[in-house]
């Protein structure tokens, strides 16, 4: 099992910068692929960013030279560094991790951009 808390979410300006934080418990040696997803009011969730265990990233078309995907294996912990954040970045942020298989998720934390 492997238990997720994500942290960092707020309110923010266009234009601002917000640094999320998942942090893993449990079978943290198996995780593999780390994922930050969104989903705003009314739409699907989508995939934000990736992470693989030897350090490759991949994102989003729309948060492109804006988010940065890291991860911390020591604290086990993944971060998405948001920069030049937009309207339509808002939306509730999810950390998920890949055990073989098996994916889990943590609850969330809520990005809010508006002036």
């Known amino acids: 099992q492997v238990q997720l808390v994500e942290s960092g979410g707020g309110l923010v300006q266009p234009g601002g910068s917000l640094r999320l934080s998942c942090a893993a418990s449990g079978i943290t040696f198996s995780i593999d692929v780390m994922r930050w997803y969104r989903q705003a009011p009314g739409k699907q969730r989508e995939l934000v960013a990736v992470?693989?265990?030897?350090?490759?990233?991949a994102y989003a078309d729309a948060v492109k030279g804006r988010f940065t995907i890291s991860r911390d294996n020591i604290k086990n912990t993944v971060y998405l560094q948001m920069n030049n954040l937009k309207p339509d970045d808002t939306g509730h942020y999810y950390c998920n991790a890949q055990v073989a298989i098996t994916n889990y998720w943590g609850q969330g934390t809520q990005v809010s951009v508006s002036s």
């Open positions: 992470i693989t265990g030897g350090g490759s990233t």
